[in-house]
C-alpha cells in the first residue's frame, strides 16, 4: 500500500520557484544522460549532466528486477523473488546492468569491479540495498570517485549516482610518478598540518611540536598529537584538482574553542587545497540574515583562548571505548521524561509572551533498553554514564577531559544500578554536583533513547551508527556518542553544537551550552528536544545519500537547512505525544529560549511553530528567497514544517503510534535516498521513494 496523504506531500512544496543548476559544457556523460532520457522521460537527474550526484524516476523504479530499464516491477512494492539465484550470486546485477547500457554516464561500465566496496548495508525495514563503491589508486582512495546505487530486495534499481573517474587505469597510469610503489608524500602530514593551521591563521601553533602515530596501510592513517590541536587524523587521499590527480593529506582536526575542520593539502607541495569549518551550530534563526553561523561563532571566540591552553588530552573517543558487558538487572535514572522541566505539547494556540508552565519533577524511572537496539543494555561496568551507546559527561572548560560522569549507585548485592540526582532549578547549573549529574544523567538517558528509537527504523552498525561494541552486525565500533553539558566555550551560549569525525569508527560529539538569558541559567542538558536534534545530525552525516559523502554532503544552504529541519523535527517527533492534536501549534526547545523569545511557548526557537495550520506556520517553498545567504535555521523550518505536515497526516489516517513508525520509516529511508547537496525537491522525491520501497 502506498500512502496515500505522502502523494500531494503538502501545499509547502508547490514549485513555486525552480530549483536548477546551470549545465556545464556538453561532455560524454551528458550524452549519455541525453540517451537516458530517450529510455525513460521521467527520469531525474540531480546536478548537471556532466556529473549526476543522482539518478532516480520520482515514485518508480530504474529498472525492474532482472536489471533492463523500466521492466516487469519497475514501481511498486518490491516483492522477493524466492530462488532467484542470479541475484543471490550478484546483488548488484541491476546496477552493473544500469552503467553497462549507459557507461558514458558514470563512466563506470565494465569499472565496477575494481573499485572497492566500501559500504554494502540491507535496510531492516525494507531490505533495500545500499552499495557504496569507493575507487583507489595503490590502496588510496580518490576523493569524491565513489558510486552509490540502492536496489530493492528484488534486484529493482532504486538510485545510482556518484562520480566515477571514467578510466581508472588511464588516470592512474598518467600519474605513474606519484602512484607507484614510491608514492612517498614529500610534505608529511605533521607538516601539512602546520599549513592548514596556518592557513585558518594560526601561526602560534604552528611552531609547535607534533607526535604521530601511524597505523599501517597505503593511506598512512595516522592521529597526531600537538598542543592545543584535537582528535586530530589524517590519511593520505588522491585529490582531482583540474590538473589531474594530487597526491594529498586529508585531515580533521579541532581547536581549543570547539570548533572542527577538515583540510585537504598537497602532499608534495603544502599547498592547502580545500578547507572547511565542520561543526554544526545549531543556533538561532533570529541572526542577521547573511551570518553564517559556522563562521560566525568562531570569529567570537578570543584569540587568547586558542593560545592559552596547552592541554594534550587524550581524544575521549578513545577512552570512551572501554565497554564490558552491563551486570545489573536493573538500571533507574532520575530524568525529566517530558521534552524538558516545563514540558508544554502542544504550546500555545496563539503568542503569550512571557508565559511558562508550571516545573514538573524529575522522575526516578527504571531503564528498558530495546533488546534489539542494545542488547547489552545502556550501562556497563564503570557503573557511570559512560556506555555502549553514549558518554555523557561535565567538561566545564572543554579540555576534551571529562570533569566528571555522574556516578551511579550500585545495590541489591551488585544487581542494581541507580542513578537519582534531583536537581535544584533555582541555583546556577554548574554551581552543584547534583545540578551536573542530573543533567548528565538526562543527556545520558535521552541520547541513549534516540539510539535506541532510531536504530529501530534503520540507523544500525551496518549504516554506521555511533556504538561502542557493534556485536558483529556491520559497520566500525568504537564510537559512542559523545555528550558534554554544561560546557563553556569563549562566548558561545544558548546554543548547542555537533561535531562529527566523518568517519565510522571515530564518535562524534555534542555540546550543550547553557542558555543565560535568564537568571539562573537553563541548563540544555534538560531539554530533551535539543540533545536529539544534535543525535540526529549524526545520524544525516552517516546516512545521507547512503553515506560515503565527503563530511555529509550537506553543505550548501539548502541542505544544510534541510539537515536543521530534519533535526528539529525529530527533536519534537520522539518527544510528542502521538495522540495528542495533530493541528495543534508545537514549538521546538520552548524551554531554553525564554527571553530569547518572548513567545517561547508559542514558537520556541525558530521563527514559527511547527504547526500544520498555516496561519500559524505559513512557510512555503516560496518563502525560500526570503532566506538569502548562509542563515540556515530559518529556511529550516520549511522542511521540518514538511516533515511534521507529512507525520499528522499520516497519523490521522491511521493512529498515534503507527503513523509515527510510518514517518519515521520514511525518513530514515528517505534519508538515504537522498542526492548530496540536495534541493528541497529532490529530498521530497527522495520521501517519496522511500513510500515505494517501504509499502
Ligand atoms: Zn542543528
Known amino acids: 500500500m502506498r500512502i496515500p496523504s505522502l502523494r500531494g506531500m503538502s501545499t509547502r512544496l508547490c514549485a513555486t520557484i525552480a530549483l536548477s543548476f546551470l549545465g556545464a559544457a556538453l561532455s560524454a556523460a551528458e550524452a ?3 540517451e537516458l532520457r530517450r529510455a525513460l522521460p521521467d527520469v531525474h537527474v540531480a546536478g548537471d549532466g556532466a556529473a549526476p550526484r543522482m539518478i532516480y524516476r520520482p515514485g518508480g523504479f530504474l529498472s525492474g528486477p532482472d536489471g533492463f530499464l523500466g521492466g516487469p516491477g519497475a514501481s511498486g512494492k518490491a516483492q522477493p523473488v524466492a530462488g532467484d539465484a542470479d541475484l543471490a550470486r550478484d546483488p548488484h546485477r541491476s546496477v552493473r546492468r544500469f552503467l553497462d547500457t549507459y557507461p558514458a554516464i558514470y563512466g563506470a561500465g565494465s569499472q565496477l569491479d575494481t573499485a572497492e566496496i566500501a559500504k554494502d548495508a540491507v535496510s531492516p525495514r525494507s531490505g533495500m540495498r545500499t552499495t557504496v563503491w569507493q575507487q583507489k589508486i595503490a590502496g588510496i582512495p580518490v576523493l569524491g570517485a565513489t558510486l552509490v546505487a540502492h536496489t530493492t530486495n528484488n534486484g529493482s534499481l532504486v538510485t545510482v549516482g556518484g562520480r566515477f573517474l571514467p578510466d581508472l587505469v588511464q588516470v592512474a597510469a598518467r600519474n605513474q610518478k606519484r602512484t607507484g610503489a614510491a608514492a612517498a608524500p614529500q610534505v608529511d602530514a605533521a607538516a601539512a598540518l602546520k599549513r592548514a593551521l596556518k592557513a585558518i591563521g594560526t601561526p602560534d601553533l604552528e611552531r609547535k611540536q607534533v607526535s604521530s602515530s601511524l597505523s599501517p596501510g597505503p593511506e598512512q592513517r595516522q592521529k597526531l598529537g600537538m598542543p592545543g590541536v584535537h582528535d586530530t587524523q589524517a590519511e593520505l587521499i588522491w585529490f582531482q584538482g583540474d590538473d589531474g590527480l594530487h597526491l594529498a593529506w586529508r585531515i580533521r582536526y579541532e581547536l581549543d574553542h570547539g570548533f572542527a575542520y577538515g583540510s585537504v593539502v598537497d602532499a608534495d607541495n603544502g599547498d592547502v587545497l580545500e578547507h572547511r569549518q565542520i561543526t554544526i551550530v545549531c543556533g538561532d534563526c533570529n541572526a542577521p540574515a547573511n551570518a553564517d553561523p559556522h563562521v560566525a561563532h568562531v570569529a567570537h571566540v578570543p584569540a587568547r583562548a586558542v593560545a592559552q591552553k596547552q592541554s594534550a588530552a587524550t581524544p ?3 577512552k570512551a571505548a572501554q565497554i564490558s558487558a552491563a551486570p545489573f538487572n536493573t538500571v533507574q535514572m532520575r530524568v525529566f521524561t ?13 503568542p503569550n509572551p512571557y508565559y511558562e508552565p508550571p516545573t514538573v519533577p524529575s522522575q526516578l524511572i527504571t531503564i528498558a533498553p530495546d533488546p534489539l537496539a542494545s542488547p547489552n543494555g545502556w550501562c556497563n561496568a564503570s557503573a557511570s554514564t559512560m556506555g555502549n551507546n ?7 572548560n572543554f ?15 551488585g544487581s542494581t544500578l541507580t542513578f537519582d540526582f534531583t536537581p535544584d532549578l533555582t541555583v546556577a547549573p554548574q554551581s552543584t554536583t547534583a545540578n551536573q549529574d542530573a543533567a548528565t544523567v538526562n543527556m545520558f538517558y535521552w541520547m541513549n533513547i534516540a539510539h535506541d528509537r532510531l536504530y529501530k527504523h534503520g540507523f544500525t552498525e551496518a549504516f554506521g551508527n555511533y556504538q561502542s561494541e557493534n556485536f558483529s552486525r556491520g559497520g566500525l565500533g568504537g564510537d559512542p556518542m559523545i555528550g558534554t553539558v554544561q560546557t563553556a566555550l569563549g562566548r558561545i551560549s544558548n546554543n548547542a553544537s555537533f561535531t562529527d569525525a566523518n568517519s565510522d569508527g571515530v564518535s562524534a560529539r555534542i555540546i550543550m551550552f547553557l542558555f543565560n538569558q535568564v537568571t539562573p541559567e537553563r541548563d540544555s542538558g534538560l531539554d530533551a528536544q535539543l540533545i536529539i536534534h544534535e543525535y540526529m545530525h549524526g545520524l544525516i552525516m552517516r546516512m545521507i545519500n547512503g553515506g560515503g559523502v565527503h563530511y555529509g554532503g550537506t553543505y550548501w544552504p539548502q541542505g544544510r537547512s534541510m539537515a536543521e529541519g530534519y533535526c528539529d523535527f525529530m527533536g519534537i517527533c520522539l518527544t510528542a505525544d502521538p495522540n495528542d492534536d495533530t493541528s495543534a501549534n508545537y514549538p521546538f526547545c520552548a524551554y531554553l529560549t525564554r527571553q530569547t523569545s518572548p513567545d517561547n511557548y508559542y514558537r520556541g526557537y525558530r521563527q514559527y511553530p511547527y504547526s500544520t495550520n498555516m496561519s500559524a506556520d505559513p512557510m512555503t517553498l516560496s518563502m525560500v528567497p526570503l532566506f538569502p545567504g548562509q542563515e540556515v535555521h530559518g529556511m529550516g523550518v520549511l522542511w521540518g514544517s514538511v516533515l511534521w505536515d507529512a507525520r499528522a497526516a499520516l497519523i490521522d489516517k491511521t493512529d498515534g503510534t503507527t503513523g509515527t513508525n510510518m514517518i519515521l520509516d520514511l525518513v530514515l529511508e528517505a534519508i538515504k535516498l537522498t542526492p548530496p547537496e540536495p534541493t528541497l525537491l529532490e529530498a521530497r522525491d527522495a520521501l517519496l521513494l522511500a513510500d515505494v520501497v517501504l509499502n
Open 32 to 34: 549519455g544522460v541525453a
Open 316 to 318: 575521549l573517543a578513545t
Open 338 to 350: 517530558g521534552e524538558s522541566p516545563k514540558p508544554m505539547m502542544p504550546g500555545l494556540a496563539s
Open 390 to 396: 553514549a558518554d555523557a559527561n561535565v567538561d566545564h
Open 399 to 413: 579540555d576534551r577531559l571529562a570533569d566528571r560522569r555522574a556516578a551511579g549507585t550500585i545495590g541489591g548485592g
